[in-house]
């Protein structure tokens, strides 16, 4: 888990070099923020950030981790609000469709070739790649047998 989330954030990184703004701390530094949906996995992401920083003294990189209760769609808003949005985000699917205007064109990254059919219809507007899927998430279903039997029976 920890190898990927180092792969994730590298990649999202190398893509911010590509083609998105970032704020500069000083000459020789740059700072980008990463807003992270996810709680469950802000101190990996922390970890990874400092590992990154380490690597990377010329980069500032800073996780900014949606409270519980709050989504990021929410803390993003926010942020816009306040003028200081993040400089990458992770937010669901369909949240994406509010911020495309926002995003930088990456449709000719190599990676987009290797993305599963409809992988990215989420994170296009008209022929353009403005999103990057990076995770996978899977939900299990839990359900009473003997209830729904007794339901299909009286169905059929």
Not at 83 to 92: E, H, I, K, V
Request: glycine share 6%; aromatic share 8%.
């Amino acid at each position: 888990m920890r190898k990927q989330l180092k792969v994730a954030i590298s990649l999202a990184c190398l893509l911010m070099f590509i083609g998105c703004s970032a704020s500069p701390v000083s000459q020789q530094t740059t700072k980008i923020t990463f807003l992270n949906s996810k709680s469950e996995i802000k101190i990996q992401l922390e970890e990874v950030a400092k590992q990154y920083n380490q690597e990377h003294p010329e980069v500032s990189l800073e996780i900014i981790t949606a409270s519980e209760g709050t989504s990021a769609y929410q803390k993003l808003m926010s942020m816009y609000g306040s003028g200081s949005p993040a400089t990458m985000s992770m937010l669901d699917p369909g949240d994406t469709q509010t911020f495309l205007d926002k995003a930088v064109d990456l449709s000719k990254e190599k990676w987009v070739a290797d993305t599963i059919e409809n992988g990215l219809d989420a994170v296009k507007k008209n022929d353009a790649v403005l999103g990057f899927p990076f995770a996978v998430e899977g939900y299990g279903l839990i359900y009473n047998k003997k209830v729904l039997d007794k339901a299909h029976r009286g169905f059929f």
